[in-house]
């Protein structure tokens, strides 16, 4: 290890605690840090010291703010060996994590986006505070929503994975109650002495949550699910788009404003993706599917032109191409998603 590694895997007490630790980047996640994370997985589950897995944050900005993606477009602008190889260590991260044999906990308290929601959602218990701000950004740099996004978005009740896939939209604790993500409200303040008392008695965690468990208060998402689950249960990106604008109202204006933002290619690329992700399986079928995503999509204009648009330029101002949804061909969908040579193709940790 390096004096100031990016993420501290370490026993204390009974637990397995990784502590993501690259403050200077919102903790987003680099493929050494996937690595480090596997491997002390793999020490610890068959170990009888270990009972339990806690994931954190070191500091004070937020859990996780995704993945590397300067790295990503960087590889995307050429052969994209490294940003393949990123895709295929994280999601084998993710899916040890989804079939983990020990109770995990995720503390998401902050800025959780991205690959942070892959850490956390596979998490038995998954912590928000007053400071949590959740999101699937991807499709505003003409990425994916991946790490799992087409299983548990897709699975999510009246369509509400599929409106956080579309616009990216960021939601505070009590939306990730109702929506599922968050199984627990804690204040932030009280965050030092719940890890203490966990760390202290890892099997008591189930009787230390109720203990510190506080009132998320309403969530504003209620308001609009009844909207949601019928305008986001259309039959394409189009038709949501169509209903959208026949709803006529403040707040489908709002989506269509937002929507209109985005990437053409990865909202049609995500709304199949969801599609193939309520119908996989198995965790790991919805992720060899991401891998055959990810793999086309870094090499293509729309993730490079939004990482210089959102990333590197700042200027907020991603020219897409194809500019449309019509132009989004149904040819180019199936390029992207089309099975990889066996040789290539992502499968589980063993
Ligand atoms: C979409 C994304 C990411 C994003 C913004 C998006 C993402 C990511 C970051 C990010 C933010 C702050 C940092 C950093 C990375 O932003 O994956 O290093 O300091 O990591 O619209 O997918």
Excluded at 67 to 74: H, K, P, V
Aim: proline fraction near 5%; aromatic fraction near 8%; charged fraction near 25%.
């Amino acid at each position: 290890m390096t004096a100031d590694p990016e993420v501290l895997c370490r026993i204390e007490g009974r637990v397995g605690r990784i502590t993501l630790n690259r403050p200077g980047a919102l903790h987003a996640l680099t493929t050494n840090m996937c690595r480090h994370m596997t491997d002390a997985l793999l020490a610890w589950h068959d170990d009888p010291a270990v009972e339990l897995v806690m994931f954190d944050h070191s500091g004070e900005r937020g859990f996780c703010a995704g993945g590397d993606i300067r790295m990503l477009a960087d590889s995307g602008a050429g052969d994209g060996h490294e940003a393949r190889e990123f895709f295929y260590i994280e999601y084998r991260l993710n899916e040890l994590l989804f079939r983990y044999p020990k109770p995990t906990l995720a503390i998401m308290d902050g800025i959780t986006m991205g690959g942070g929601v892959g850490l956390a959602q596979p998490c038995r218990y998954r912590l928000a505070t007053e400071r949590t701000t959740f999101a699937m950004p991807e499709t505003g740099i003409g990425l994916f929503p991946d790490v799992g996004g087409g299983w548990y978005l897709s699975r999510m009740p009246h369509h509400l994975g599929l409106w956080l896939a579309l616009t990216g939209a960021r939601i505070k604790a009590a939306d990730c109650e109702l929506l599922g993500i968050a199984t627990d409200f804690v204040e932030t303040a009280r965050l030092g002495d719940l890890k203490a008392a966990i760390l202290a008695d890892p099997p008591a965690v189930e009787t230390l949550l109720t203990q510190f468990e506080a009132d998320a208060g309403r969530p504003p998402l209620a308001a609009h699910q009844d909207d949601i689950a019928r305008i986001f249960g259309g039959p394409g990106v189009e038709a949501i788009v169509a209903a959208l604008k026949a709803a006529d109202t403040d707040w489908a204006r709002d989506q269509l404003k937002v929507l209109a933002t985005k990437s053409p290619q990865t909202l049609k690329v995500a709304f199949r993706q969801l599609q193939l992700g309520a119908a996989a399986e198995t965790f790991a079928e919805n992720m060899a599917t991401e891998y055959c995503i990810g793999a086309r999509v870094v090499h293509r204009h729309d993730f490079l032109e939004g990482v210089r648009a959102v990333i590197v330029d700042k200027d907020n101002a991603p020219k897409w191409n194809p500019a449309t949804l019509e132009a989004v061909s149904d040819d180019l969908l199936d390029s992207i998603f089309a099975a990889l040579p066996s040789t290539e193709a992502w499968t589980p940790l063993t």
